[in-house]
C-alpha cells in the first residue's frame, strides 16, 4: 500500500507482525545493553533542504520536477525515517555479529532479518524512488534519493550496500545499453527485483585495470562466455532478491593491450527468458566470502565465471568508459557512506557525554547533585564532539549541493545549465568521496574515544562504527587515487581550467555576503586560503614540468586541503542561513545559534590545519623519493 501526494506514491512502513517483533526484541536488546542506536537527524536535514539550498525552490526550476513540493518532501522523509529507524537501525549489530554464511552450493545467506527487511523495502516501494518512469520509475530528483539514502546507510551501511550498488547498474545500463538489454534487465533492477553489483578487482589487477585477465569470448548466439575470477565483489551473493546481475569488466580475444582493451557485459546470476521470468543458472558462483574487519552484514565475494554467458553492453574495448558511470555514482555513495559514519559517531557521543560522569568541570561543579560532571562539560570531550558535528553537518550540506547538481545533470532542459552542473559535479565527486571518507573515519575514532575503554569493547557498538568506516577509504578508489585524480587529471589536466570555476564560486560568494558583518573574519579567511589554492596549484604545476612525483607528493594533501576549504564555504553559508532566520524570528534560536556557534568552532579549530597542509605540499617530493629502495631495511 502506498500513500499520495499529487502524482507521487509514497512508499508506506507496513512491516509484517513477525518484522515486528523482531525488531522490537532487537531494539530492547540494544538499549538494555546501551548500545548505540539511530535517530534520523531530520531537523538538520530540512535546514539543509530548506534554509541552505531552498529545495522546493530549486525542483520549481526543474520543468521535471516543478510538482515536488514541501509536502511531498516531508512525507518521504517521515516515512524514509520510520523505515530506517524501526527496520534497519536494529539489524546493524546482528549483522555485524552473525555476519553472513556461504552454503555449500556456493549461495549466501544474509543475516537474520536482511532479507525481510529488503522485502519490506521493495513492497513500499523504495528501491523505484528517484529511477526512470520508462522502467517503472517514480522519476524524484536525484537529491531526494540521496536524503533516503543516507537515512539507511547511516542506520546500517551494510544492509544498504545491496540496493544502493543496484542504482549505478541501473544508470550504467541506461545510458550505455542496448533497447533488448534495458527490456531485460531495467524493470527487475529499477523495482528491486533483481539487484546489481560491479565486477573489476582481480588478484592481480585491483587500481591498475589494465592488468586485468578476465576473458569474454564471443559465441555463435551473439552472447559472451565470461572466464576469470573477480575479488572484493560487494553484495556480489546473497538470498535478498530473485536475482543478481553483475556488471563485468573483461577483455575479448584480440583486444589491445592495456586500458584501451577493456569491455563491459552484463552477467546475470540466472539467465533471463524472452518473457522475463528467470531461467537457468548462470556459470558465475561465489568462491569464497571474505573475512572482513567490518561491514560483516554485506557478502564481499570472491566470484567465479566459467564460461558464464554474459551481455555486451556498447562496443568493444570502451567498457572503462562505460564503468565510469557505475564509478562515479558508487564514488559518491562512499562519499555518503562518510558522513553516514561521521554522523553515527555524533549521535552516540552526544547522548553518552551528557550521561557519563567523570571528574568535576576545570570552571566549578555543574551537576551539583551528583557526584560528578557529565563528560560533556570538559573541553577535550567538546572538542571532538564539535568536531564530529561539524564533518556530519557540513558534510551533509556538501553532498547534498553534488545531488542538486545531478538533479540539474538529468533533468534540466538547458543545455548550458547541464554542462556547468557536469562540471561541478565531475571536480566534486572525488573531493566528496576521499574528504568525507577520512573525516567520517575521523569522526568514528573520535566517538570511540569519547566512551574511553568502553568504546574499545564490543557491547557499546562504538567499535563496529570504527570498523564499518575504514573500508570507505579504501574501495571506489582509494583516498591516494583521488587525489591523483583531482589534482593530476581534473585540475593539472587542465592546465586549472577546472578549478578556475570552484575558486570563483568561492570568491564570488565572499563578495555577496561581505555585508553582513558577522562573516567578515570568515569571509576574510576563505578569500585569503582561495588565493592560496590558486597559488599553490600553480607552484606544483611548474615543479612538475621538473620533476613527475611533485603531483603524486601532494596530492593527498592537496585534496584535503580543497576538502577543509569548501567546508568553510559551507559553514559560512550555513552561519549565514541562520543569522538571517534569527532576524526574521523563529521559535528555534537555539538551533540557529547551534549553528552559528559550530561554524565558529569550525574556522577557529579546524580549517587551520590547512595551514600545515600548504607547508607539506609546498615543500617537494625530494624527502619522499631520496631514499633507495635498499635503505628500507628492518
Known amino acids: 500500500m502506498h500513500g499520495r501526494v499529487g502524482l507521487f506514491r509514497i512508499p508506506e512502513l507496513h512491516p509484517s507482525k513477525h518484522m515486528v517483533q523482531l525488531c522490537v526484541h532487537m531494539y530492547a536488546e540494544m538499549r538494555e545493553a546501551g548500545m548505540i542506536t539511530y535517530k534520523a537527524p531530520l531537523r538538520d536535514m530540512r535546514f539543509v533542504m530548506q534554509d541552505l539550498l531552498n ?53 549466501v545467506r544474509t543475516p537474520p532479518g536482511f532479507k525481510e527487511a529488503y522485502q519490506q523495502y521493495v513492497e513500499g516501494g523504495w528501491p523505484s524512488l528517484e529511477l526512470s518512469a520508462r522502467y517503472g520509475g517514480q522519476d524524484l530528483p536525484m537529491s531526494l534519493g540521496t536524503t533516503v539514502r543516507e537515512m539507511n546507510g547511516t542506520a546500517n551501511w551494510s544492509w544498504s550496500m545491496y540496493p544502493g550498488l543496484s542504482h549505478g547498474a541501473v544508470e550504467t545500463i541506461d545510458r550505455h545499453g542496448s533497447d533488448e538489454q534495458k527490456a531485460m534487465f531495467m524493470e527487475p533492477l529499477v523495482s528491486g527485483r533483481w539487484t546489481g553489483t560491479m565486477c573489476l578487482t582481480e588478484a592481480q589487477s585491483g587500481t591498475d585495470l589494465g592488468l586485468l585477465k578476465t576473458k569474454a569470448e564471443p559465441a555463435e548466439d551473439g552472447t559472451y562466455r565470461i572466464t576469470g575470477s573477480k575479488l572484493f565483489v560487494s553484495s556480489g551473493e546473497h538470498d535478498l532478491a530473485e536475482n543478481i546481475v553483475h556488471i563485468v569488466l573483461a577483455r575479448i580475444p584480440g583486444s589491445p593491450p592495456g586500458t584501451k582493451g577493456i569491455s563491459l557485459l552484463i552477467v546475470p546470476k540466472f539467465i533471463p527468458n524472452d518473457d522475463g521470468t528467470i531461467g537457468a543458472r548462470n556459470n558465475v558462483l561465489c568462491g569464497a566470502l571474505e573475512r572482513k574487519m567490518g561491514i560483516h552484514g554485506n557478502a564481499t565475494c570472491l566470484l567465479n565465471f566459467d564460461g558464464a554467458t554474459g551481455y555486451l553492453v556498447g562496443e568493444e574495448n570502451k567498457g572503462l568508459n562505460y564503468m565510469f558511470t557505475f564509478m562515479n555514482f558508487a564514488r559518491l555513495g562512499t562519499g555518503l557512506q562518510g558522513l553516514a559514519h561521521s554522523e553515527l559517531a555524533f549521535q552516540s557521543s552526544v547522548s553518552y557525554a551528557r550521561e557519563r560522569l567523570q571528574m568535576r568541570s576545570l570552571s566549578g561543579p555543574k551537576n551539583l547533585d551528583g557526584p560528578a560532571d557529565p563528560i560533556i562539560v570538559h ?60 573525516t567520517g573515519f575521523e569522526s568514528a575514532n573520535l566517538g570511540l574515544q569519547c566512551f574511553g575503554g568502553h568504546g574499545y569493547v564490543q557491547e557499546w557498538g562504538v567499535e563496529q562504527n570504527v570498523r564499518d568506516a575504514r573500508i570507505s577509504m579504501l574501495y571506489e578508489g582509494t583516498t591516494g587515487i583521488q587525489a591523483l585524480d583531482l589534482l593530476g587529471r581534473k585540475v593539472l589536466g587542465t592546465r586549472g581550467k577546472a578549478l578556475a570555476p570552484v575558486t570563483a564560486f568561492v570568491l564570488d560568494f565572499c563578495k555577496r555576503s561581505r555585508n553582513r558583518k558577522e562573516l567578515r573574519p570568515f569571509l576574510k579567511t576563505l578569500v585569503r586560503l582561495t588565493k592560496e589554492w590558486k597559488s599553490l596549484t600553480r607552484k606544483i604545476g611548474f615543479t612538475a614540468m621538473r620533476n613527475r612525483d611533485a603531483v603524486g607528493a601532494a596530492s593527498v594533501d592537496y585534496i584535503m586541503f580543497s576538502g577543509y576549504v569548501l567546508l568553510g564555504v559551507v559553514w559560512a553559508a550555513s552561519a549565514r542561513a541562520a543569522y538571517r532566520r534569527l532576524e526574521e524570528g523563529t521559535t528555534e534560536e537555539a538551533f540557529y545559534r547551534a549553528k552559528i556557534q559550530t561554524a565558529e568552532f569550525y574556522f577557529a579549530k579546524i580549517l587551520p590545519r590547512t595551514t600545515t597542509l600548504l607547508e607539506t605540499m609546498s615543500a617537494g617530493p625530494e624527502s619522499l623519493m631520496k631514499m633507495e629502495e635498499d635503505q628500507f631495511v628492518f
Not at 553537518?393 to 533533468?411: H, M, N, P, V
Not at 534540466?412 to 571518507?437: G, M
Open 55 to 107: 529545495f522546493e525552490k530549486h525542483y520549481q526550476s526543474l520543468p521535471a520536477c516543478d510538482e515536488v513540493n514541501q509536502e511531498l518532501i516531508d512525507a518521504i522523509l517521515g516515512e524514509a525515517s520510520r523505515f530506517s529507524e524501526e527496520i534497519v537501525a536494529p539489524l546493524n549489530a546482528v549483522g555485524d555479529e552473525a555476519g553472513c554464511e556461504m552454503l555449500e552450493d556456493g549461495e
Open 379 to 438: 573541553p577535550d570531550v567538546r572538542r571532538m564532539i564539535l568536531t564530529q558535528k561539524a564533518f556530519a553537518e557540513g558534510g551533509r550540506a556538501l553532498i547534498y549541493f553534488a545531488s542538486t547538481q545531478g538533479d540539474i545533470l538529468t533533468k534540466s532542459e538547458d543545455p548550458e545549465a547541464r554542462e556547468l552542473a557536469n562540471h561541478v559535479l565531475s571536480f566534486l565527486t572525488p573531493i566528496i568521496k576521499a574528504f568525507l571518507t577520512e
